[in-house]
Nanobody
Framework: QVQFVESGGGKVQPGGSLRLSCAAS????????IGWFRQAPGKEREGVAC????????VYAESVKGRFTISIGNAKNTVNLQMNSLKPEDTAVYYC?????????????WGQGTQVTVSS
């Protein structure tokens, strides 16, 4: 069974950092691009970052460039999202998703999400 599970969310003060992890089971990430998305209350879902291990590429939304870094985790079949200099507007539920080989507008598998709250 294919499954993606996010972890690492929580509450942090503005300017702080969090690292989210996306753990995959039932698939090998060598064959999938992993995207991170977020959705804040009352807002549309937004793509945050994506990594395509097969071609070694990463893509970031303008709103997070220079602050967020997506990478392959040290643990097998995981992708991390390091979030630094967090702002209140980064508050959202963060999801990871998978698509075959390359980043895309459509994703085949989704995790259930992890809440990130940036507040003083």
């Amino acid at each position: 069974q294919v499954q993606f599970v996010e972890s690492g969310g929580g509450k942090v003060q503005p300017g702080g950092s969090l690292r989210l992890s996306c753990a995959a089971s039932g698939v090998t990430l060598d064959y999938y691009a992993i995207g991170w998305f977020r959705q804040a209350p009352g807002k549309e879902r937004e793509g945050v970052a994506c990594i395509s291990p097969s071609i070694g590429s990463t893509v970031y939304a303008e709103s997070v460039k220079g602050r967020f870094t997506i990478s392959i985790g040290n643990a097998k079949n995981t992708v991390n999202l390091q979030m630094n200099s967090l702002k209140p507007e980064d508050t959202a539920v963060y999801y990871c998703a998978a698509h075959a080989y390359v980043c895309s507008d459509e994703y085949d598998y989704w995790g259930q999400g992890t809440q990130v709250t940036v507040s003083s």
